[in-house]
């Protein structure tokens, strides 16, 4: 699918596309954004595959204003202040997420917090509108290049791999949005972006505090804000024991009387990574002495889910 310019018609087949579980780039204020229906595991999966990211990062999640926001996650006086003062705008709050939201676990990458933001692109902003649905979005490039701020970046990044590129011009700031955790009792920046600190705390009245640990950096297992099954993971299970949960991939399975959940009986990567934080959600809360999972094969999406489940092994 070609660049097409961002009139409203084009506007409305890019909201029909998403509806149906396609993905779309599209121009922010802040830099393109790889879409997809946030309510939607598998569509959520086809942006993680586009990118071919090593790793679930959770992504943000675009929303029209606050109170859209508000039907995914709770709006702390904190977070509303900022989001009176700054949206829409390049600010995504990470926020609690509200369980039974209807937002995929793969969006956050199983964690219970959100980052939403509401962008003050026109383009942004009408597709919003059009297509009623919350809004995943990274930046339109492949893992570690840089982010996309003209229609024809996407392009030469992605290719044919989006349904539609909504070509509404350079991005005005050209750089990511500026990422806030309010969760607790600090503030704290995540990740430094187009609105400056500065202007944040001067909102606050108070400086904000250093990131916590996040998702970035540090080593397997250290990471505080994943999201880890209490019950123990063994990798690479061939042969299930007795007191195991079984997490399956494919369709040879083991023969095993205890609980199982397949990923994907197709073996369809895509298909796993949709499912894959639900699905450890589940088998973790059957009381199983340990959860074995079956070998996952390591190309495409495959990468990703194995770093997750040996993160999620190796939490000692
Ligand atoms: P990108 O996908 O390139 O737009 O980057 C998304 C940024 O949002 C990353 O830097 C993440 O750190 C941050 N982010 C998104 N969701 C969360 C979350 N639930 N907790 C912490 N950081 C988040
Ligand atoms: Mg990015």
């Not at 084009?10 to 830099?31: K, N, S």
């Not at 992605?158 to 350079?170: N, Q």
């Amino acid at each position: 699918m070609p660049i097409l310019p961002a009139t409203p018609e084009a506007i409305r087949q890019a909201a029909q596309a998403l509806a149906r579980g396609d993905i779309v780039a599209f121009p922010t204020e802040t830099v393109y954004g790889l879409g997809a229906n946030a309510l939607d595991a598998r569509a959520v999966a086809k942006v993680f595959a586009a990118k071919e990211r090593p790793r679930f990062n959770p992504l943000i999640v675009h929303v029209p204003d606050l109170a859209a926001a508000e039907l995914y996650a709770v709006i702390t006086d904190t977070a509303r202040l900022l989001a009176e003062a700054f949206w829409p705008g390049p600010l995504s709050l990470v926020l609690q997420k509200r369980p039974a939201c209807g937002i995929a676990d793969l969006v956050s990458a199983g964690l219970d917090t959100i980052a939403l933001r509401a962008p003050a692109h026109p383009v942004a902003q009408a597709l919003l509108a059009e297509v009623k649905l919350p809004i995943a979005a990274p930046s339109a490039n492949r893992s570690g290049r840089v982010s996309p701020t003209t229609a024809a970046h996407v392009q030469a990044e992605l290719g044919e791999l989006p349904a539609m590129i909504l070509d509404g011009g350079p991005c005005p700031l050209g750089i990511e949005s500026t990422v806030v955790s309010v969760i607790g009792l600090e503030p704290g920046l995540l990740r430094p972006g187009a609105l400056p600190r500065e202007a944040i705390e001067l909102v606050l009245g108070r400086p904000l505090a250093r990131a916590k640990a996040n998702h970035r950096g540090a080593s397997p297992g250290q990471l505080a804000i994943h999201y880890a099954p209490a019950t123990p993971l063994r990798l690479n299970v061939t042969r299930p024991e007795a007191g195991d949960a079984l997490l399956a991939f494919g369709p040879d399975t083991p023969d095993f009387d205890g609980p199982t959940r397949n990923l994907s009986r197709q073996g369809d990567l895509n298909e796993a990574a949709a499912k894959l934080f639900a699905t450890l959600r589940e088998l973790d809360q059957m009381g199983a002495t340990a959860i074995a999972v079956m070998p996952i094969p390591a190309h495409g999406l495959g990468e990703a889910i194995n770093d997750r489940l040996q993160r999620a092994a190796n939490r000692g």
